[in-house]
């Protein structure tokens, strides 16, 4: 008995260091994709090359999800947004705006790989994406994908009537949410909306 507790323990102890250093190698992958990525954001030149020159302009989502989970979030971003004009970024958020879900089912996956101008323009489309599936957008808010502004309008400078507009077509949207894990987050987000248009 005492033997096999001894090779139980040896076991044991092989698989703790086992863990470990996958723990190490799965932390060195990440801080060397985090380098790299940050490397192509400077010089899309330096993306692989299956991502160059507006490869993945016209991509599908199914497409797209490939190359986040070989390439990672900034290779992906950066060849989108390409160097000196758009490669694809805009049509990824026309797709994320419509609410259709294998666009929608993106968002989390991109984020990673957005800051400043691209960021942004994610946000726009994920707010607007509310009043086609607003139980979608409510999901990766209520996960923690992403936060409570998108329930507000974020477009750049939009009209009197484009305000209008929005909040027409979105509070009604969200208020129709009936999925019992959503009311929560379905609540918060309603008074978001009407505090942001109670201050114009």
Known sequence: MRGAVGVLHLGLAALALSASACARHDAGQ???RAAAEQTYEQNTDLLPA???NGALASASPEQLRQALWQHGAGAVVASLFGRDSDQGWDRVLAGIASGE???????PMLRPGTDGHAGEGLSIALS???QHNAPGVLRLVAVGN????VCSI???EPTDQE?????????PAVEAVREPDLQA????CLASLRESQRQG
């Open 30 to 32: 990440a801080s060397q």
């Open 50 to 52: 299956e991502l160059r």
């Open 101 to 107: 879900q294998a666009w929608l089912d993106l968002a």
């Open 128 to 130: 607007e994406a509310l």
């Open 146 to 149: 992403e936060d409570d502004r």
């Open 154 to 156: 974020l477009a750049i």
């Open 163 to 171: 305000v209008a507009n929005f909040y027409a077509a979105t509070i």
């Open 185 to 188: 987050v379905k609540a918060a």
